[in-house]
């Protein structure tokens, strides 16, 4: 039996493509979902889907990047499948873990995939770094009034006391009074 996987990172995205690749591919059942595949939290679909996957079966994804970004995540769902005897083919890639090729190809392909992903984490944190440089990025705004956490503090409360009476957290009381 083929089981197919669609997968993009935000909601604006369209799936179309990909369901209609599967389909064409012979899946008879597909699972999709709209999130970053960054880390397997969150990703539900595709849990479901691991969890239901018997022996004998194939795992169809038109990218291993629909799958998984991190070379961790990819060679932690591709043991998952082989302790179960599953297959793993990717429609546009030569990846077809029934094959010794396919399994090389497999492992080049997470390799690369969690090196775009490093370079995009990369570049992000140069653009940050940047913009801070020029006064045009200052973060996230304060969710905390540390001034009134001062004030608070000041006429002796405790950290527990002061977290009552601004409904925040006693951790965030003690970092701003660090």
Do not use: W
């Amino acid at each position: 039996m083929k089981y197919g996987y669609a997968r993009v990172s935000s909601t604006f995205q369209d799936l179309t493509i990909q369901l209609e690749a599967l389909e064409k591919a012979g899946c008879t059942i597909i699972r999709q979902e709209k999130v970053s595949a960054s880390s397997m939290r969150g990703r539900d679909e595709l849990a479901t889907l691991l969890e239901f996957l018997r022996e004998g079966d194939t795992l169809v994804v038109t990218r291993i990047c629909r799958l998984a970004r991190s070379l961790k995540d990819l060679q932690d769902i591709v043991h998952l499948l082989q302790e179960k005897g599953v297959n793993l083919q990717a429609i546009e890639q030569p990846v077809d873990t029934s094959t010794s090729a396919g399994k090389a190809f497999l492992s080049m392909l997470g390799v690369f995939a969690q090196f775009e992903n490093d370079l995009r984490r990369e570049r992000i944190a140069e653009g940050i770094a940047k913009a801070k440089q020029l006064g045009k990025y200052t973060g996230r705004k304060a969710s905390v009034d540390i001034g009134a956490i001062k004030v608070l503090a000041n006429k002796g409360l405790g950290a527990s006391a002061i977290a009552r009476e601004l409904n925040i957290g006693r951790s965030s009381v003690y970092r701003s009074l660090a």
